[in-house]
């Protein structure tokens, strides 16, 4: 006992001391500082030194720290009176990626939904299905472009196949039902600012040898249960919307879960509500939920999952002659409170002067012969298949990064 009670009087003398030397070595560090600003004076035809790519007419001042190793100091470039920099420095500086988010050029994104779509278009074929292959492999297979070489401002399909299924036409829907729900969901979200918006995901076990509108049709009868529990009512009452997405499983079968943007009234009991997806379910109690910071965002997430292109990499002709049963089945949808909303909801007339002059002088879409705002340069239009557009995006991408490569002149003052 004494043992221990010594140990702790040394460790406690220990952290004090270390307190001790810190506290004096941050009054030294003031000090010189103090110093140094009272010395540093810029003299006339003094070149300035460069901190950070800034403009600056004071030296730094390294600061050395003892160091518990014998023989080894560290060593603290303090900068005590630098210039603030101007405007004009802060906008000619390259800016940093947005969160270090890694950015897919279009080119990519192009020939992944191309060999998704053929790659479907051939199991419709393999299956039987003739018509619905010629029509997917026709899709998006020619454009006509308006740029100018180093920019594309204008891009129109000649022909779609308005296949749920194609990676193509789904973009398109997707982008319609962002333009359509997002308005609705933030004119909702400010009428109802006690609700909190959350991404909600619901999952159920799979099932070898189910087929994917069964495994569907047993998830949105789930979650037509749920909605009818107390539990449910509690905490979403005020409703929201969600989408289905399904993806083919590890051992053959196939894996539904839906995705939610729910309003919710106060914090969730995870036990509470977790038993009671399990009793609906009877054999998943497995779910996902996060706050969302904008509509704009949650709604992208939600739609994203129902949107995207599909891995059908590991898909045979059976599986793409289910996708077919598919026709006519909701996957997108809205409930609650917020379905109310939506029925009655009207765009508001505009109130600003600039949507009202916007919309008095609309603005004159491009044509051939017009000049680019990027480049400068004359458009003109060119009629490609879809493998010369991705070349053109290629070179389109590899200008633009040569354009951002090169050197930046910073105006100094």
Partial sequence: MASATAKDRRRRLKTVAYGFEFQRFKVVLFFMVAHQKSQSKPLEGENPFVINGFNSTVPSVQVESKSKTPGRAYVHNVVPNAIKPQRSELENLPKPNNRGVKYTPNYEILGQKTRTKNRLSKLFREAGKVDVSDKMRDCSNFFDILTSGQCIKKTV????????????????????????????????????????????????KQYKGERVLDSIKRLLKNFEKLRRRAVWNEYFEAGGLYGVEFTKGRHGGWHAHIHLEVFRSKFLNVKQFRAAWLDVTKDSMNFKIKRIDSQAG???????????????????????????????VKLFGTFGKFRKFCASYQTPEPSEPLEIIALMFPKEPLIEGDLCECCGLTLFRLRVDIRQRIELEKQVYAAKKAIRSKPVAVSRC
């Fill in 298 to 328: 949650g709604l992208a997430e939600i739609i994203k999952y129902i949107s995207r292109p599909k891995d059908v990499a590991n898909y045979t002709a059976g599986d793409a002659e289910q996708l077919l049963e598919l026709k006519g």
């Fill in 157 to 204: 399909t000649t022909f779609y196949c308005s296949s749920r299924h194609c990676p193509f036409c789904a973009e398109i829907r997707a982008r319609e039902l962002q333009a359509d729900y997002l308005p609705k969901l933030e004119a909702f979200a400010k009428e109802n600012p006690q609700e909190t918006a959350c991404h909600l995901i619901l999952t159920q």
